[in-house]
Each structure stands twice: as structure tokens, then as C-alpha cells.
């Protein structure tokens, strides 16, 4: 049985084909983004050099993605991207970024969490596992973005924390644009 908790390690063969040592067999781009959308971390390396290559894979799958029409980058968004690879931005949009998908992270989890408290339904026989499809649900819609364990046990004082820091990113990101 494979453990979940390390990362699925990718070998890419000079021959560019992509090999998963968990199951001993080829895998395409759209298989890796099947692994992450079900939540696994993903590490792709190269066999002849030990590179680490996941970060070129992972730009390639958003790529493919957002070039078939599965749009989820605003133009605006990739825009600023570009830009802040040639600014001093650069520095802090990593962590502006980071922020931001944790605060999504912790809104889906507490409105999952918030579904499950204000429904009457939740006596009902069988809402559990009406309970995961949603959850499910919401893991599709949002790519398999969704919220760890150890994020769902975060305080409000948490949630605070990170609003702060990112007012601090946004006020940092107002001074370099000026």
C-alpha cells in the first residue's frame, strides 16, 4: 500500500516519458493533475540528473489547462505574474499568494463545516454521506484545493493572523507600485 503522506515520486526518463514508482508504470500530465486533484503531493524528478522538475510540470498541466478554455486565471492575474517576475514585487507576491490560498483553504472548510451545523437535515439518516459527496463536490469545483486537517483546527485568532498579514503584503505591494 502506498503512503499518502510522502510525496508520489515521478521519474522522466530521457525519453521524456513520466514513470510513477508507486505502481510501476507511465503516467501522461493528466494523471499527475488526477493525483493532486485527489491530494496527493506530487514530485517529479529527473532519472539522469535528480533535477526536480515538479515545478515545470506543475506550470505545464496550468498551461494545458488554461489553454483549452478551463480558465482560472483572470488575463489581469497572469498579467501582474508576468510583471512581477521583472519588479521588486517579486519577493513578496509568493507570499501574498500563499496567504491567499490558505484563506481559501479555511473558507471552504468552515463553510463546509457551517453547512453541516445550521442544516436541520443533519438528523436525517444518511446525510453523511450526502455530507462527502459535498465535500467531493467542492473538491472538484476547486481543483482539489481543500483544506488539511491541520487547517481545519485553526483558531479564529489564526484567521486574524493571516488577515493582517496580508493587509501588510497589499500595503507593501501599494508603496512599490508608487
Known sequence: MADT???LLIKRYAS???YNTETSDYVTLEDIALFI???REVQIVDLKSGDDLTR???LQIIAEHESRGESVLPVDVLTDLVRSY????????????????????EGQSKALDN????NPMTAMPGFEAMQAQQAAFFKAMTGGI????SAQE???????EIKDQLAALQEKLAKMGK
Open 16 to 18: 521524456r516519458r513520466l
Open 5 to 7: 503522506n510522502k510525496p
Open 146 to 149: 481543500m483544506p488539511t486537517p
Open 86 to 105: 521583472t519588479s521588486q514585487a517579486a519577493s513578496v507576491v509568493p507570499e501574498f499568494l500563499q496567504a491567499s490560498f490558505e484563506m481559501l483553504r
Open 115 to 118: 453547512m453541516g451545523k445550521a
Open 56 to 58: 515545470q510540470y506543475l
Open 37 to 39: 486533484r485527489e491530494g
Open 154 to 160: 485553526k483558531s479564529s485568532d489564526d484567521l486574524g
